[in-house]
């Protein structure tokens, strides 16, 4: 990430900005009332998520939107239809002014989500039957899983856009995320040798295979993953010490240092660990763990973050 890109944040500012200006302009107003008599004329609308088999119906504009996966939030928000969201889940910290409760997405109380009166609910897991239970209200529910590349995030986001009446906006934000990925990885410069890494998800050492969606990221950079000799099936292998170590990975990425407290020391704290590349030569990052584990527009701002990592890196010989 050699180009100093605009992160979600400062998107976010300059797109408030923006509005500010248009909206100051003469025929704003008209302008918008417009787009949005556009917006609900285009319904009802079919949503269909590429990859599943699932599909959902949503009859109108939804203007009461329970978002239940934190991953959804952060795009809602992204796409303009944060005033649409009434409720979002216990996880969904980002935006600060996403209205944030006590809804869990992983137990979801159908009681306590129809309390807010939803016309869609979005969620990333049919779980305690979710999807039936909502249908015998009436209320649609657009499943948005974990995706296992960058392709199939683009099309979720998109997706998102068509169910709450933002498309125009969501394929303009697929467009800039995509741009920003793509440059971020062009100037990245190349390392002399191919580098190694270890990715980081609690102290107990579980990992994330090169088969995931984080896996898909650094992979964007042709780095060779520990976890994935480490052998067996699951995508998020325990790994033991001897392994890591052994491995001897020129970076480790900790995606545990606001849920668990991890940081370089601890990492050079570890018996044996002192030896380990990324140890010795400054090649342990902390990640931030949201951005780490959600599928979302601050994508960009991870990819940003490993191209800086790689860059140190390649720049050290």
């Given at each position: 990430m050699t180009v100093p890109l605009?992160?979600?944040?400062?998107?976010?500012?300059?797109?408030?900005?923006?509005?500010?200006?248009?909206?100051?302009?003469?025929?704003a107003g008209t302008s918008t009332t417009a787009s949005s008599a556009a917006q609900t004329a285009a319904f009802p609308v079919q949503v269909t998520v590429p990859g599943t088999d699932h599909a959902v119906t949503?009859?109108?504009?939804?203007?009461?939107?329970?978002?239940?996966?934190?991953?959804?939030t952060e795009s809602l928000f992204a796409i303009g239809a944060g005033?649409?969201?009434?409720?979002?889940?216990?996880?969904?910290?980002?935006?600060?002014?996403?209205?944030?409760?006590?809804?869990?997405?992983?137990?979801?109380?159908?009681?306590?989500?129809?309390?807010?009166?939803?016309?869609?609910?979005?969620?990333?897991?049919?779980?305690?039957?979710?999807?039936?239970?909502?249908?015998?209200?009436?209320?649609?529910?657009?499943?948005?899983?974990?995706?296992?590349?960058?392709d199939e995030l683009y099309a979720e986001v998109t997706a998102l856009g068509k169910a709450t009446g933002h498309l125009t906006e969501a394929e303009d934000l697929v467009r800039t995320m995509r741009s920003d990925i793509d440059k971020i990885v062009k100037d990245t410069p190349k390392p002399a040798k191919q580098?190694?890494?270890?990715?980081?998800?609690?102290?107990?050492?579980?990992?994330?295979t090169s088969r995931t969606f984080i896996g898909q990221i650094y992979g964007l950079f042709g780095l060779v993953n520990v976890a994935d000799a480490?052998?067996?099936?699951?995508?998020?292998?325990?790994?033991?010490?001897?392994?890591?170590?052994?491995?001897?990975?020129?970076?480790?990425?900790?995606?545990?240092?606001?849920?668990?407290?991890?940081?370089?020391?601890?990492v050079a704290a570890r018996p044996g660990w002192q030896s380990v590349t990324a140890v010795r030569d400054n090649g342990v990052v902390a990640l931030n763990d949201d951005?780490?584990?959600r599928w979302g527009p601050r994508v960009v701002d991870l990819v940003r973050t490993v191209s800086d990592?790689?860059?140190?890196?390649a720049q050290q010989g």
């Open positions: 605009v992160s979600l944040a400062g998107v976010l500012a300059l797109t408030g900005c923006a509005n500010r200006e248009r909206d100051a302009a003469p025929g949503v009859e109108r504009r939804p203007e009461r939107i329970v978002s239940l996966a934190p991953s959804s005033e649409q969201v009434v409720a979002v889940d216990n996880q969904s910290n980002y935006p600060e002014q996403a209205p944030r409760t006590d809804l869990s997405g992983y137990t979801p109380n159908i009681e306590a989500i129809t309390g807010y009166n939803p016309d869609l609910v979005i969620a990333s897991n049919d779980t305690e039957q979710l999807v039936a239970s909502l249908e015998k209200v009436k209320v649609p529910v657009l499943l948005l899983p974990s995706p296992h590349n960058l580098l190694t890494y270890y990715h980081e998800l609690d102290p107990q050492l579980y990992s994330a480490a052998g067996g099936t699951g995508d998020y292998p325990q790994l033991s010490p001897e392994h890591v170590i052994n491995a001897n990975p020129d970076l480790v990425f900790l995606a545990d240092t606001k849920c668990c407290g991890q940081d370089a020391a601890a951005i780490a584990s990592a790689v860059t140190r890196t």
